[in-house]
């Protein structure tokens, strides 16, 4: 194989990749309109329905725009050796290739950041606030790009400089050591990440006492969970929209409910929410999550440590001497055909971890307040309620609002 020939390679799995989700999200579109489901019928009256088509069809066109300026980004920097010249820069500010390898990389992922903030801004402050769904101000916007910006930086440049120090140290085998570094990094996010990371962006208070936290005790003391910590974060300081979620394992585990959920849910509804979540932590489907994430990091790494060495990698990009980053980027490129079929069965094992949990919320709680508390987050949200069958198998983390009740109603 030729430098020329791995070139084309990349570009065609690009191109095909594009037109694959491109074909998905036309399919998913002409959905739209489809006949409701039975049993679905009351989630939206006629205003709502409406209102939830024109937001379907608003981010549909928006995600039209902003993957076709992606891919023309993508496919120009490659045609045009837009690498190279960032790659040349990059050996200019030093002959350490850590650092060369770290400037490279800062100046593609900085560089999309910045092109991404104006797709960012209008779909926010135009369609989110059109929708009456934003609720994020401007200096809250900015805020937000400047921290995750600096997360990145300091996150993702620590990661990629100790995996490329272990490749300068000690060669193929770089792979194992990165590895444990990343298994270390996952644990510690997965425990603390509520704790670190969530306070970087939103306020969390312990759930006051009162008659949702004495129900929320009450479920919990009879089904054997210990539930001490429940937070309340400020969702509504950046939309409408209700969510709730689990975080960690052992002693630091937490329940954290959107304010947007206490405000306009029941208590009945907000306990079989979190039973749903508790129900994913007596299923330990956080740790299969977790191990899950860690074979298949481990897996990628394994895969790339038998390619890092092949100059056609950095050669396929007019790059004559043989450089780790540009075969990381390469390889990247070169993975998505793996990484696509890795992802649909990461998917297909979340959607049934999502009936598992509903499944513990039916047979320890209500299953009716869940199905309400389901209806009311798909209205509130402006979900949709037709999606095309072949676009929630390659993107649905979920099952589909109506799979979720049929299946509660057995």
């Known amino acids: 194989m030729t430098a020329h020939t791995l070139f084309y390679i990349t570009i065609a799995i ?144 620590f990661i990629l400089a100790v995996v490329m120090w272990f490749y300068k140290w000690v060669g193929e085998r770089f792979w194992i050591y990165a590895w444990l570094i990343l298994i270390v990094f996952s644990i510690v996010m997965t425990m603390f990440y509520s704790r670190v990371i969530v306070p970087l962006f939103n306020k969390q208070t312990p759930l006051e006492n009162g008659d949702l936290r004495v129900a929320i005790s009450n479920y919990a003391a009879k089904v054997g969970f210990n539930i001490d910590a429940i937070f309340v974060i400020d969702g509504s300081k950046r939309t409408t929209k209700a969510n709730a979620y689990f975080t960690g394992f052992g002693t630091v585990k937490r329940i954290v409910l959107y304010d947007t959920l206490i405000t306009n849910y029941t208590n009945e509804e907000i306990v079989a929410i979190l039973a749903h979540e508790i129900g994913h932590y007596k299923q330990r489907h956080i740790v299969y999550n977790l191990l899950a994430s860690i074979v298949l990091t481990g897996f990628t790494l394994y895969v790339f440590s038998l390619f890092v060495n092949y100059p056609l990698l950095s050669q396929s990009l007019g790059i004559k001497t043989h450089s780790f980053h540009v075969s990381l980027l390469v390889f990247g490129v070169l993975y998505t055909p793996i990484s696509q079929v890795t992802s649909l069965l990461i998917n297909a094992m979340s959607r049934r971890f999502e009936y598992q949990a509903d499944n513990y919320a039916k047979q320890t709680y209500k299953s009716q307040a869940l199905i309400t508390a389901l209806k009311k987050l798909s209205k509130q949200s402006l979900s949709n309620l037709t999606p095309h069958p072949a676009y929630v198998f390659a993107h649905y983390s979920h099952p589909t609002l109506y799979q979720r009740i049929k299946n509660l109603n057995r």
């Not at 399919?27 to 489809?34: E, R």
């Not at 060369?100 to 990389?105: A, E, H, P, Q, R």
């Not at 801004?121 to 769904?133: M, P, V």
């Open 14 to 157: 690009l191109i095909i990749n594009f037109l694959v989700d491109f074909w998905l999200n036309y399919k998913n579109a002409k959905q739209f309109t489809a006949k409701i489901p039975d049993g679905l019928h009351d989630v939206y009256d006629e205003a709502a329905y409406n209102k939830s088509q024109q937001y379907k069809y608003e981010n549909y066109k928006f995600n039209c725009y902003t993957s076709i300026f992606y891919a023309v980004l993508t496919l120009s920097f490659f045609l045009f050796e837009g690498f190279r010249h960032v790659n040349d820069f990059a050996n200019q500010i030093s002959d350490n290739p850590i650092l060369v390898g770290l400037v490279f990389f800062a100046i593609i992922i900085l560089g999309s950041d910045l092109l991404s903030i104006p797709f960012g801004y209008y779909k926010t402050f135009i369609i989110e606030e059109r929708f009456d769904f934003n609720k994020t101000t401007k200096r809250t916007f900015w805020a937000d790009k400047l921290k995750s910006a600096l997360m990145t930086v300091v996150l993702g440049g």
